[in-house]
């Protein structure tokens, strides 16, 4: 069964120190992968593609095809960080599955 | 225009009310989409339209009618809901539904309130 991982619910970190998200999978094929966001009272929102492999807002993320993961990083996280992260593979026939979501919070 | 638009934005109805939600997009995309969100809970794919027809239905019960009468448009029509319905419904859209790593732009959604 294709499956999306988040191992955490909730995350605080100080502002200015490091922030990790984790998210594993388990999918037949070559998944896409994406890491949408939502801040408060702002809707759903592209962050990161897998295949762009770009920084957007100081984020990067790595696929690990081995490990299965794309974990999402910040090395210095902000306040303006504060939202719901979402993993979100697109499979083989092209649906975009969410994982349970990660909540962070920077606090000053 | 670079956004995905819902209507209303809020919407009670009765079990053996029919009701439509609606959605509009003029970025010249030809994927549609709608999702169901419960609270704190991730969106859950309901519907794929693919060049204006219905290419995935996720088992969704036929209480639930989507409809799309041009590229444009995406429609939710509502007829003898459970309170268990009750949820954020997240409209989005992509340039098509295959092509490259294409992301998928969001409404707010409409939540939807049955008594």
């Known amino acids: 069964a294709q499956r999306v991982t988040q191992p955490e619910k909730l995350l605080s970190v100080f502002k200015g120190a490091p922030v990790e998200l984790k998210c594993n999978y388990s999918y037949s094929g070559s998944p896409e992968l994406f890491w949408y966001v939502q801040y408060s009272r702002q809707r759903l929102q592209l962050l990161l593609r897998?295949?762009s492999r770009e920084s957007i807002k100081g984020f990067t993320a790595d696929l690990n095809k081995g490990e299965t993961s794309f974990h999402l990083k910040k090395p210095f996280a902000q306040e303006e960080d504060s939202a719901m992260y979402y993993c979100a593979p697109r499979s083989n026939d092209y649906k975009l599955s969410f994982g349970a979501g990660t909540t962070v919070t920077v606090r000053a | 225009d670079t956004e995905v638009t819902q209507t209303p934005k809020h919407l009670v109805m009765g079990m053996t009310n029919k009701k439509s939600l609606k959605c509009e997009q003029h970025m010249g995309h030809r994927a549609m989409y709608w999702y169901k969100q419960k609270a704190k809970k991730p969106p859950e794919l309901m519907f794929v339209?693919?060049?204006?027809?219905?290419?995935i239905n996720e088992s969704v019960p036929s209480r639930f009618s989507p409809e799309c009468p041009n590229s444009s448009l995406l429609n939710l029509h509502l007829h003898a809901l459970q309170p268990e319905d009750s949820a954020l419904y997240l409209c989005?859209?992509?340039?098509?539904?295959?092509?490259?790593?294409?992301?998928?732009?969001f409404g707010d959604g409409t939540r939807l309130s049955i008594l």
């Open positions: 897998h295949i």
């Open positions: 339209y693919s060049y204006e027809k219905l290419s």
């Open positions: 989005a859209s992509s340039q098509d539904r295959t092509g490259g790593s294409q992301p998928q732009h």
